[in-house]
């Protein structure tokens, strides 16, 4: 298990760094990324008598910046496609999937999009995932990057750490993006 953290934690400071990149930025925009956080979470998903009357995992984005996915050979994993499609992700021999979480979404001035997925059931096989979160320092509070604002582009996001926003989550499900949205509306306690 230690093993597996510590290549996560390589890879998904090097995926980050390439995509900080490719928006014309580095790791220096974003000194806290010199202290990740990380939460190795391990999904099991009995075998289900009849899968249309169960879900798996419910609709949701990560809260994470990015979260490393392992999937056995069971697939489950679904995305939602233009906010109507459930398209599944099938397991490949060797392959990670990369989910963008809501804080690379608000870091990136919603350059990155936070990805709705789901898991489902199936009758047959016992299914396992091992979903890897990296994000930021419990308590730094996380605003779109300076670099990425400008007259055109104001700051959609307001500040917030990981902390705050699991808060969020936790009350206003997948609302909380939303929320903390400028021209969202104001942030209610609870
Ligand atoms: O089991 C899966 O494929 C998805 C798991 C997941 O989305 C999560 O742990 O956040
Ligand atoms: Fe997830």
Request: net charge positive; proline share 7%.
């Amino acid at each position: 298990m230690e093993e597996y953290q510590k290549e996560m934690k390589g890879l998904a400071a090097k995926l980050i760094d390439l995509m900080l990149r490719s928006l014309g930025l580095n790791n220096e925009d974003a000194k806290w990324l010199r202290h990740p956080r990380s939460l190795l979470q391990l999904n099991s998903y009995p075998v289900c008598p009849d899968p249309t009357r169960a879900m798996g995992l419910a609709p949701h984005t990560d809260s994470s910046l990015l979260t490393l996915l392992y999937q056995t050979t069971t697939g489950g994993l679904q995305v939602l496609v233009d906010g109507v499609l459930w398209a599944p992700v099938y397991p490949t021999a060797g392959a990670l999937v990369v989910n963008v979480g809501d804080l690379m979404h608000i870091l990136s001035n919603g350059r990155f999009k936070s990805a709705v997925h789901r898991a489902i059931v199936n009758k047959v096989h016992h299914r396992i995932s091992i979903a890897y979160f990296y994000g930021p320092p419990w308590d730094v509070k996380i605003s779109p990057l300076m670099k990425l604002i400008d007259h055109d582009h104001p700051p959609l996001y307001q500040p917030v750490t990981w902390k705050e926003y699991l808060g969020y989550k936790a009350t206003h499900f997948n609302k909380a993006l939303e929320l903390i949205r400028n021209d969202g509306g104001e942030i209610q306690a609870n």
